[in-house]
């Protein structure tokens, strides 16, 4: 009988073909403006600065995106912020179009909706996944499905980010981590 949660992937040796945050910043020509202004203006709170240094071990956080994506460019950098200001945490990255076989372990509602960040233990078991999007805005966007025009949509989301400013992507990430 198949594995419901899909095929065997080694995230292990994913992970060591993924690329760190700043190199696939510095690689990836599509990458969006948005990227590098939510990282250079992302403040990561107290809070998860004292919850990251509580975790048990460290944790790679595995993101699976592409830099056109602006949920990804929402999202990612903050947690690379968070990473690049503890030693508990670190982000790679791998991009969803050349990593089929791994984005199709981790589809939304059968689409391969991106980011999703896989946590990864030390010897690159899984410990949970997250993504595409915090929960509050991601409920949103399916409610709203097809009552916007895509640009309006994509306004929205924007507006949502901004007024999030990490925070719920930090929490959320955190609190999968235990």
């Given amino acids: 009988m198949p594995d419901p949660a899909g095929p065997a992937i080694d995230l292990a040796a994913t992970w060591s073909d993924a690329l760190p945050y700043a ?6 020509s599509e990458v969006h403006p948005l990227w590098q202004s939510v990282y250079r203006t992302a403040v990561i709170p107290d809070w998860a600065l004292e919850r990251a240094a509580r975790l048990a071990r460290p944790v790679r956080l595995l993101a699976i995106v592409e ?5 990804g460019g929402s999202t990612i950098p903050v947690l690379a912020k968070l990473a690049d200001v503890t030693a508990r945490l ?14 199709d372990r981790y589809l939304t509602n059968g689409a391969r909706a991106i980011p999703i960040v896989v946590a990864l233990d030390d010897a690159g078991h899984e410990r949970g996944h997250w993504g595409p999007r915090p929960a509050e805005l991601q409920a949103w966007v399916v ?16 507006r949502w980010y901004a007024r999030d400013r990490g ?5 959320e990430i955190l609190d999968l981590l235990g």
């Fill in 67 to 71: 830099g056109w994506c602006g949920d």
């Fill in 90 to 103: 670190e982000v790679r990255v791998i991009r969803r179009d050349e990593h089929p076989a791994v984005m």
């Fill in 23 to 28: 190199r696939f910043m510095a690689d990836v």
């Fill in 143 to 158: 409610a709203h499905k097809g009552e916007l025009a895509p640009a309006e949509r994509f306004r929205e989301v924007r």
């Fill in 167 to 171: 925070s719920s992507v930090l929490r």
